[in-house]
C-alpha cells in the first residue's frame, strides 16, 4: 500500500488503542519504525492523531500529545542509528513513561505488568527492527502486523459502523495481490477469529473468502465479489448494509489498484518477450540487408559502365556490319556466340600482342577492317584503369559494409540483457519498503553494463545511503554501486551502475614538435569501460593534427552510439581503407579495459609498444601486430588480464623507439611507478628530452594506474 495511506490509517485509529491502557505500548513499536524511515511524515501523522482523538475519544488527547513527544524525542536521538541497543533502552523508557501517566494508582502489581508490557513492547521493537531495517525490503510484512493491530483497534470503542469489518476487508483485498500467498491467507484468517471472537458476527467469515477471490489479481475480483454480496445481500437481508458497502469499497479498490499495488508480472513478461522478438526480427533485417549487399557486390561487374560501352559497341557492329553482310547466315551457324568474338575484340584491339586473325569469326569476315576500326573506337571511350579502381572501391565499400553489418548483429546477439523482472524487483523492493519512488529511468540494461537512475521523494542521501543501498541488494541478483547524482527540491536522484572492481585513475601529456602536434589523446569512461588511445597523424603539424583528431572524433562517435569497440574499430578500418588512395594514414593505438571483469584489450595498427609493469615487478611488453589503420583486412585485438595496482604506459613513436638505452628507461619506470600517476608522466618526460637520440617527433604519453574498488 502507498506508505502515505498507511500513514493515515494508523495515525488517525491509533487513538483507538489508547482505550486499553496497555494498547498504545503494542502500537508504539510501530510508530517509531513507521517514522525512523522518514520522520518528515509526523507533520502529517500529528493533526490527524489529533482530530482523531478529539473526535472519538477526548479523554486522551493529551496523551496522544505526549506520545508524540516522546516519539519526537526519539527521533532527534537516533537519527544517525547508531546502536540497536540504545534504541531498545529508548523505547523500553518510552513505554514506562506513558503507561506510568495512564495509570494513577500505582501498586507493586501494577510495576510489575508495566515492566512486562514494556518487555514485550521491545521485543516487538526489536522484532521489527530485524524484519524492516536489518533486513531490508519486508516492508509488506510490516505492513501486515501494522494492519493487524490497527484493525483490532478498532474493535475497542463502539461506533455505529463496522470500520473493523470494511478495514479488514480492504486490507486483505491488497495483501491478497502483493504479499505471498500464505501470509495473506493467515492474515485473513487471523483477523476472520480475532473479529468473530470480538462480535460474534458471522459476517466476518467473508474475509478468507474475499481473499481467495482477488489471489486473481485482475477487475474480475471485484466483479465476483459485487455478485457475491448482491447474492448475499438477497438471501440475507440483515447484510444488506454491509453488502452495500463491500460493493462500494470493490468499487474503491478498483480505482486505487494501480496506485497501492506495484506489478503486474504478466505485463513485464509480455513486454519481455516484444523485446526479444523486437530484437531478433531487428538482426534478421541486418542480416537480410547484408546479404542484399553481398549480392550487389556479385553484380558489380555486370552492372557498370565498363559493360554499358562494350554493349554499346557490340550492339553499332551488329546493326552496322553483321545484319548487312551477305555471308550472316553462314557466318551464325559457324560460330554460336558471335557476341563473345566481338567482345574479345573491343576489350583487346589496341594491344600489340592481339592480331584480328587471331579471332576465327573476324579472320573470314568481310568487313574485318570497318569492325577493328570499330572497335577501336569503342575501346578508346573506355577508360579500363578508372573504372577497375571505381569498382574495386564499390567491392570494398559492399564487402565492408556487409562485413560490419554482420558484426554488429553478432555483437548484438552477444549482449546479454538483465531479464525485465529483476528489473523491475529494484522498484518493487523500493516501495515495499515505505520510499516515494517518483522516477526510475533504465539507461543501460546489459548484464556487464547497466545503468539505472531512480528518484525518491522527502529522503537525504546521506542519511539513508547504507540502508537504501542494503534494501536494494536485497532484490537485486546483480553486484551493484549507488551515487548520487543530483537534488531537485524535495527529490534525490540517484544512479544504480554494475560494481566495478577496480577503477582507473590517470594522467596524460601531448607534447608538439613544433607549433601543433600531431598526435592526438582519447580517453572515455562509460559503464564499465575505459578506453584510452593515441592517434599519430602521419606527418607533422596540421595536416597530421587533421587526420589524428578526424580519427578519433569518428571513433568517439561509434563509441557513444554504442557500438562495441572491435566494431568502431573496423568501421574506421573501412573509412580509413577507402580514402587512403588521395590521403595520408593514421597509426592508432586503443586501449578498453573491462573495469567489472578486470580483462582488457589492445588495439594496435602501427602503434608503438606498450608496457604494463604489473604489481608483481613483472613488466609485459603489448608489441605492434598490424599495418596503419586502413591497411589491413580485420582489426585483430590482443587480450590482458590486469590486477589491482598495476601500471600501463602507452606512448607514441616518439617515446620507447627514440631512447638510446629501452632497457634503462624500463628500470627507471620501475623505480618510480608509486608515484601518482601525475608525477609519473611528467618524470618520464623528463627522461625522455635528456635521453633521446633524436628529439624531432611528438611525444604522447598515457599512464594508467589500477585500482581496487
Not at 135 to 161: A, H, P, Q, R, W
Not at 242 to 259: G, H, P, T
Not at 577 to 591: C, G, H, P
Not at 628 to 648: F, L, Q, T, Y
Request: glycine letters at 4%; proline letters at 1%.
Amino acid at each position: 500500500m502507498r506508505k502515505i495511506i498507511n500513514i493515515i490509517v494508523i495515525s488517525f485509529f491509533i487513538v483507538f488503542s489508547v482505550n486499553e491502557k496497555f494498547g498504545i505500548a503494542l502500537l508504539l513499536p510501530i510508530l517509531l519504525i513507521l517514522f525512523s524511515h522518514k520522520s518528515k511524515d509526523l507533520i502529517l501523522s500529528i493533526p490527524l492523531s489529533i482530530t482523531s482523538s478529539y473526535i472519538f475519544n477526548r479523554q486522551y488527547l493529551l496523551i496522544i500529545i505526549v506520545a508524540y513527544l516522546f516519539i519526537i524525542l526519539f527521533l532527534l536521538i537516533i537519527q544517525k542509528r547508531s546502536k540497536i541497543v540504545i534504541e531498545l533502552i529508548l523505547c523500553f523508557v518510552i513505554n514506562i513513561g506513558i503507561l506510568l501517566y495512564l495509570n494513577n494508582d500505582i501498586d507493586i502489581n501494577k510495576i510489575i505488568w508495566i515492566v512486562l508490557i514494556s518487555t514485550v513492547s521491545i521485543i516487538i521493537y526489536y522484532l521489527l527492527y530485524l524484519l524492516v531495517i536489518k533486513n531490508y525490503g519486508n516492508y509488506i510484512y510490516f505492513e501486515i502486523f501494522s494492519m493487524l493491530v490497527i484493525i483490532l483497534s478498532t474493535t475497542l470503542i463502539d461506533l455505529k459502523i463496522n470500520v473493523s469489518l470494511y478495514l479488514a476487508i480492504l486490507y486483505v483485498m491488497y495483501f491478497s495481490i502483493t504479499a505471498h500467498k500464505i501470509f495473506s491467507y493467515l492474515f485473513s484468517f487471523i483477523l476472520m477469529l480475532l473479529l468473530y471472537l470480538t462480535y460474534k458476527d458471522n459476517i466476518f467469515f467473508i474475509l478468507p473468502v474475499v481473499n481467495s477471490i482477488y489471489i486473481i489479481g485482475n477487475i474480475l475480483s471485484s466483479f465476483i465479489l459485487v455478485i457475491l454480496m448482491f447474492l448475499v445481500s438477497l438471501f440475507l437481508p440483515n447484510y444488506f448494509q454491509n453488502s452495500l458497502v463491500i460493493c462500494l469499497l470493490c468499487i474503491i479498490f478498483e480505482i486505487i489498484r494501480k496506485s497501492i499495488t506495484q506489478w503486474n508480472y504478466k505485463t513485464v513478461k509480455n513486454i519481455e518477450e516484444i523485446k526479444k522478438t523486437a530484437n531478433m526480427r531487428l538482426n534478421e533485417n541486418i542480416l537480410g540487408f547484408a546479404s542484399f549487399l553481398d549480392g550487389c557486390i556479385n553484380d558489380v561487374d555486370s552492372l557498370n559502365e565498363k559493360e554499358y560501352k562494350i554493349n554499346e559497341g557490340i550492339d553499332n557492329i551488329v546493326t552496322n556490319y553483321c545484319n548487312r553482310c551477305y555471308i550472316k547466315e553462314k557466318c551464325r551457324k559457324e560460330n554460336e556466340n558471335p557476341e563473345s568474338d566481338l567482345r574479345s575484340l573491343i576489350i583487346n584491339c589496341n594491344k600489340k600482342t592481339y592480331h584480328i586473325y587471331n579471332n576465327i569469326l573476324l579472320s573470314k569476315c568481310p568487313y574485318n577492317i570497318e569492325i577493328r576500326k570499330s572497335a577501336l573506337i569503342t575501346n578508346s571511350k573506355i577508360d579500363f584503369n578508372s573504372i577497375n579502381e571505381k569498382n574495386e572501391i564499390i567491392k570494398k565499400t559492399f564487402t565492408n559494409i556487409s562485413h560490419m553489418l554482420r558484426q554488429y548483429a553478432v555483437d548484438n546477439n552477444l549482449k546479454e540483457e538483465i531479464d525485465y523482472i529483476e528489473i523491475n524487483k529494484i522498484k518493487e523492493i523500493i516501495i515495499n519498503s515505505g520510499y516515494d519512488l517518483c522516477y526510475f529511468n533504465c539507461k543501460e540494461i546489459l548484464k556487464d553494463s547497466f545503468s539505472f537512475e531512480i528518484g525518491i521523494r522527502g529522503i537525504e542521501y546521506n542519511e539513508i545511503s547504507d540502508v537504501l543501498y542494503g534494501i536494494i541488494k536485497k532484490g537485486f541478483k546483480y553486484p551493484f554501486d549507488l551515487e548520487f547524482e543530483y537534488k531537485d527540491k524535495d527529490k534525490t536522484y540517484l544512479n544504480i551502475f554494475n560494481h566495478k572492481q577496480i577503477s582507473i585513475e590517470y594522467s596524460s601529456s601531448n607534447i608538439a614538435n613544433g607549433s601543433v602536434s600531431g598526435d592526438n589523446i582519447y580517453i572515455l569512461e562509460k559503464g564499465n569501460k575505459f578506453i584510452a588511445g593515441i592517434c599519430d597523424g602521419m606527418g607533422k603539424g596540421n595536416n597530421a593534427n587533421l587526420e589524428s583528431s578526424t580519427i578519433i572524433s569518428l571513433f568517439n562517435r561509434l563509441l557513444t552510439s554504442s557500438i562495441a569497440t572491435e566494431t568502431s574499430l573496423q568501421i574506421l578500418n573501412l573509412y580509413c581503407e577507402l580514402k587512403k588512395e588521395y590521403d595520408s594514414y593514421s597509426t592508432v593505438d586503443i586501449m578498453e579495459i573491462n573495469t567489472q571483469s578486470k580483462k582488457g584489450v589492445f588495439y594496435k595498427m602501427s602503434a608503438a609498444s606498450s608496457y604494463i609493469f604489473h604489481a608483481n615487478h613483472q613488466v609485459e611488453k603489448i608489441e605492434n601486430e598490424l599495418l596503419p589503420i586502413g591497411n589491413e583486412e580485420k582489426v585483430i585485438g590482443k587480450e590482458i588480464v590486469i590486477e589491482a595496482n598495476d601500471v600501463i604506459i602507452m606512448s607514441s613513436d616518439g617515446i620507447f623507439e627514440n631512447v638510446t638505452n629501452e632497457e634503462e628507461l624500463k628500470e627507471f619506470i620501475g623505480n618510480i611507478i608509486h608515484l601518482p600517476v601525475e608525477k609519473i608522466v611528467i618524470q618520464i618526460i623528463n627522461y625522455i628530452k635528456k635521453n633521446t637520440r633524436i628529439n624531432d617527433d611528438d611525444i604522447s604519453l598515457i599512464v594508467l594506474r589500477i585500482l581496487s574498488n
